[in-house]
């Protein structure tokens, strides 16, 4: 074993994977070792998952989040866990909450609901009534949950340490994800995380030139009340999208207003995604609400995403050239992205991609899930063994989420009407920036500067080149090696020639020797000539070069 401390909870975990037939997880945790094994198949993997607990729902979730490391089968199995649990007694909660706050429960709130609206593995969360009257939000930790998130966290390093060492440790990265996922089950347990994200979200999102800001909420966060444990935020009260009944609500067209709010999620996203660089990462169908003002709320920003710029312009090409089917560009901007430092046959790539992209070209624009297609490139990336960082994970699922929402809430969707102007608007702002005449001015003076400068630094090249006094500094990649062997092979040659020349030498003297003395040198030399030849025999053979 190699958790002692967990053996409790290491016999629990090999009475559900013998239940669910996986056996080569049996044998890792009990014997430490295994032959290399494939996953389990995706329905297997996530009743596994079900079975041990909220923790491992959660491992299973950020998996959902690597469409790079698994199949689009997996990450739909995965996608639909949900960590949905029964609610902590109110007695228990409450002396959690008078352990949080500042002041006493009643000089806070005037009425707390003491039955949960909502349970997880980690939090549940209350209504409850300001002293000022304001309607809030209470999400309280569970308590006691970090000690067994710990427990289950060094459980799952110990699991990834064993597998780290085989094929299959490396091909899925277990380490990485381990890491991953502490850090991300360590973050969901500072409620401050949270809030401070929600209020970066809100601020980002409190000005467009896209859409309306007053059309889109994000609560905001009470921070005086706020803590690790508690989180107080402001009372949005709606029913999730896909619920609402859009009859005719505050006198607005049902079809015109799907239209409306379908376009006003695409342009949020999109100025998450390609704009601002942060993105709300789970945009699944419970965290998108119809509020009873007609607005639409993102609840539960928890999971964020960050993109730098280089990434959000090549992000942006990728999209242009999906819908140009353009495979040879699409394997360039994964070249582009990708982290890893491996050889890649770019043939083969471009290959993969057409014959992708190819199945999609007789469709209808209309018919095309964009989504998918971006699925089946990081696919492909990884079958060709390239590494792409991991955040491409999260934008890859919240694309997915996205589009599954909008598709969902309006059967009229039209993916390309609705980002064509917006890959038209982000392209603008590639080439003038936020302000073309700020954009124009520095070029101008790139140009100024660049026209002064070159005529001086052309003088100063002539007048090197003429003096002889010009050097150049080339740098070949593998000469260091191909001199080491041409070094190798005229050391032995040299050798060869000593070797044959002593061999010579000490049979002209053997022949012609007259005295003990020359017969004891001519023992001596072919005594040196066959040490000499035995080592050079020796070396050739060790460096494996003998043919």
């Known amino acids: 074993m190699f958790l002692t401390q967990t053996v409790p909870r290491q016999r629990e975990i090999v009475e559900v994977l013998l239940r669910n037939g996986w056996d080569f997880m049996r044998r890792l945790l009990t014997v430490g070792k295994a032959s290399d094994p494939q996953l389990p ?69 005037t009425i707390i609901n003491p039955v949960a609206v909502a349970a997880g593995s980690i939090a549940q969360v209350h209504k409850a009534t300001l002293k000022n009257g304001r309607e809030v ?38 380490k990485s994800i381990a890491e991953e996922f502490t850090k991300a089950l360590e973050a969901e347990l500072d409620f401050t995380r949270e809030a401070s994200f929600t209020d970066q979200l ?29 989180l107080v935020m402001e009372w949005l009260d709606g029913v999730p999208l896909l619920s609402a009944k859009l009859e ?20 949020a996203f999109f100025q998450q995604l390609y704009i601002d660089g942060f993105f709300h990462a789970d945009p699944h169908p419970g965290n998108i609400f119809y509020l009873k003002d007609g607005r639409i709320a993102l609840l539960d920003c928890g999971m964020v995403g960050r993109l730098d710029p280089r990434t959000q312009q090549i992000l942006i090409e990728m999209l242009l050239a999906i819908v140009d089917i353009d495979a040879s560009r699409c394997a360039q901007l994964t070249l582009q992205l990708s982290d890893s430092t491996k050889p890649v046959i770019v043939a083969r790539l471009e290959n993969d991609y057409d014959r992708m992209l190819r199945k999609y070209y007789n469709l209808n624009l209309t018919e095309i899930n964009f989504s998918q297609i971006i699925y089946e490139l990081l696919q492909i990336a ?38 064509k102007p917006l890959l038209t608007d982000l392209f603008r702002r590639q080439l003038f920036g936020e302000s073309p005449v700020r954009s124009l001015l520095r070029t101008a003076l790139d140009l ?29 990649r593998g000469l260091d090696s191909l001199r080491r062997t041409v070094d190798d092979s005229a050391n032995r040659l040299s050798f060869s020639i000593l070797v044959g020349s002593l061999i010579m030498g000490a049979a002209i003297i053997s022949t012609n020797a007259r005295t003990p003395e020359l017969s004891f040198l001519s023992n001596v030399l072919f005594a040196a000539a066959s040490l000499l030849g035995l080592w050079l025999i020796f070396s050739i053979l060790r460096s494996g070069r003998l043919r």
């Not at 960590?83 to 959690?96: H, R, Y």
């Not at 505050?250 to 799907?258: H, T, Y």
């Not at 100024?448 to 740098?475: A, F, G, V, Y």
């Open 41 to 109: 198949t995706p329905a297997v993997l996530k009743n596994i998952l079900v079975d041990l607990g909220p923790v491992y729902i959660k491992l299973g979730q950020l998996l959902s989040t690597r469409p790079d490391l698994l199949s689009a089968s997996y990450i739909e199995e995965l996608s639909t866990l949900q960590d949905e649990v029964p609610p902590v007694a109110w007695e228990e909660i409450e002396v959690l909450i008078r352990q949080q706050l500042k002041q006493s429960l009643e000089d806070t709130f």
């Open 137 to 174: 939000a209470i999400k309280v930790q569970r308590p006691g949950i970090d000690v067994t998130i710990a427990q289950d966290i060094a459980l799952i390093q110990g699991v990834a340490d064993l597998v780290a060492s085989t094929e299959f440790g490396q091909n899925y990265e277990i």
């Open 202 to 230: 809100r601020q980002n999102l409190s000005s467009s030139r896209w859409f309306d800001p007053k059309q889109l909420v994000v609560a905001e966060i009470f921070w005086e009340l706020t803590t690790p444990k508690l």
């Open 248 to 267: 005719g609500n505050n006198g607005k067209d049902p079809v015109a207003e799907r239209q409306a709010i379908t376009t006003l999620l695409f342009r």
């Open 382 to 419: 990884r079958n060709n063994k390239i590494r792409l960082p991991s955040n491409m994970g999260l934008y890859a699922k919240t694309l997915a989420n996205l589009e599954g929402v909008a598709r969902g809430f309006n059967h009229e969707l039209n993916f390309i009407d609705e980002i």
């Open 448 to 476: 100024k500067n660049l026209s002064l400068q070159s005529p001086r630094q052309l003088e100063s090249i002539l007048d090197r080149l003429t003096s002889e006094t010009l050097q150049w500094n080339l740098s070949i």
